[in-house]
């Protein structure tokens, strides 16, 4: 027996209503999407992105000890860069630590990460690094050659402040180091997993 012309075709609606069900949302949220200026309101990183990125020129700094450091020295890693005196306050100490827990905390990834200390006069408390913080690349931008580095680095709460550089030499991303570091951590991992370079 074969069906009648009546049956065939409500078969042929409800299959066409249950695609339209299917794809409706779908094609609604590409509309909303792309064909609109609104945007979900959530983000996923935990920083504040420095828009647009700034690329940092590339100088060859001293560290502390006379030797250079070459001038692409924030190129061909991630960078964990703070900028601060050389002579290291209470604010300095605390920023310093939460960059090395944060750094630490990377496992697997450290090698494609490094911790930059711009001492931006008395450079430095060597003993205090060596000790403390035996990882980090301390840099000397007391002289003139760090004043093109300077001069893209926002100064407002710089004193407990970590900016993010790419492996291109941008800076990116800013944090507070008085904030819960786990942000800082998630944030470093998804760029890391996510990035190609570096």
Not at 119 to 137: N, S, Y
Not at 183 to 191: H, I, P, V, Y
Request: some cysteine; overall charge positive.
């Amino acid at each position: 027996m074969t069906a009648g012309p009546g049956k065939s075709s409500r078969t042929r609606g409800q299959l066409a209503l249950l695609v339209a069900l299917f794809f409706a949302p779908l094609v609604l949220a590409f509309l909303m999407y792309y064909g609109s200026h609104w945007r979900p309101p959530g983000r996923t990183n935990h920083g504040t992105l420095i828009e647009p990125a700034r690329p940092l020129a590339r100088v060859a700094l001293q560290r502390p000890d006379g030797g250079s450091a070459g001038d692409g020295v924030l190129v061909g890693r991630w960078s964990l860069l703070y900028v601060a005196s050389g002579e290291c306050d209470a604010a300095c100490h605390q920023t310093l630590y939460f960059m090395r827990q944060s750094y630490l905390a990377m496992g697997n990834l450290i090698p494609r990460l490094q911790q930059v200390f711009l001492a931006t006069g008395q450079c430095c408390d060597r003993a205090f690094l060596a000790r403390e913080h035996p990882d980090l690349l301390a840099l000397d931008g007391g002289g003139g050659a760090a004043a093109a580095w300077l001069a893209q680095i926002p100064v407002d709460a710089r004193a407990h402040t970590l900016f993010i550089v790419d492996p291109r030499g941008n800076l990116m991303m800013r944090y507070d180091a008085l904030t819960d570091p786990k942000g800082l951590r998630e944030d470093l991992k998804k760029l890391l997993d996510l990035s190609h370079i570096g």
